[in-house]
T-cell receptor
Framework: SQQGEEDPQALSIQEGENATMNCSYKTSINNLQWYRQNSGRGLVHLILIRSNEREKHSGRLRVTLDTSKKSSSLLITASRAADTASYFC???????????FGKGTRLSVIA | NAGVMQNPRHLVRRRGQEARLRCSPMKGHSHVYWYRQLPEEGLKFMVY????????ESGMPKERFSAEFPKEGPSILRIQQVVRGDSAAYFC???????????????FGNGTRLTVT
């Protein structure tokens, strides 16, 4: 079943602008993870945020989590052409259940 | 290369043939996960294995699909009597011992793209 749903499905911005992607989910989670996938490649882990955390940073990435709204956002600041990729959120529910991935946001950064 | 290795990268099979997809996890990792991705879609969980054990196969079709992770050697995802609907990218991921299925990052391979003609 699809747990996380990313929004928007596609996003096109100019280099230097910020990109914001959102993820909504339905059931209680243990943690939420963001991954990037370049065309033809595997997924690369970006950030893991636990249910008791509200915000995490990693370089130009900022992730927020609002468990009351069951939503998360990924912000990429000062985007670069190399940020062009698909971005997926994945939710981890309580217990040893596998990660459930959304359909992703396709980000295009135009130089 | 200490990353997750999958082979082959591309596999073409005719309907009715068998497909074998291999995955070597990262060095030191003992948990392996298989996911399937259709074009423009997210990843769908198939199976979670530890050495010589299937932990969760809730996403695996009941027929024609099987997976193993032997004591020695890579994990194998096997699809018998392939049909056109099996065409997809199949990704393997791994995680270290002591981690569960969802409480630490997964390390992915670059996938095997299966085309059934």
């Amino acid at each position: 079943s699809q747990q996380g749903e990313e929004d928007p499905q596609a996003l096109s911005i100019q280099e230097g602008e910020n990109a914001t992607m959102n993820c909504s989910y339905k059931t209680s989670i243990n943690n939420l993870q963001w991954y990037r996938q370049n065309s033809g490649r595997g997924l690369v882990h970006l950030i893991l945020i636990r249910s008791n955390e509200r915000e995490k940073h990693s370089g130009r990435l900022r992730v927020t989590l609002d468990t009351s709204k069951k939503s998360s956002s990924l912000l990429i600041t000062a985007s670069r052409a190399a940020d062009t990729a698909s971005y997926f959120c994945a939710t981890a529910t309580v217990g040893n259940t596998p990660l459930v991935f959304g359909k992703g946001t396709r980000l295009s950064v135009i130089a | 290369n200490a990353g997750v290795m999958q082979n082959p990268r591309h596999l073409v099979r005719r309907r009715g043939q068998e497909a074998r997809l291999r995955c070597s996890p990262m060095k030191g990792h003992s948990h392996v996960y298989w996911y399937r991705q259709l074009p423009e879609e997210g990843l769908k969980f198939m199976v979670y294995l530890q050495k010589e054990n299937i932990i969760d196969e809730s996403g695996m079709p009941k027929e024609r699909f099987s997976a193993e992770f032997p004591k020695e050697g890579p994990s194998i995802l096997r699809i018998q009597q392939v049909v056109r609907g099996d065409s997809a990218a199949y990704f393997c991921a791994s995680s270290p011992p002591g981690t569960g299925a969802n409480n630490s990052p997964l390390h992915f391979g670059n996938g095997t793209r299966l085309t059934v003609t």
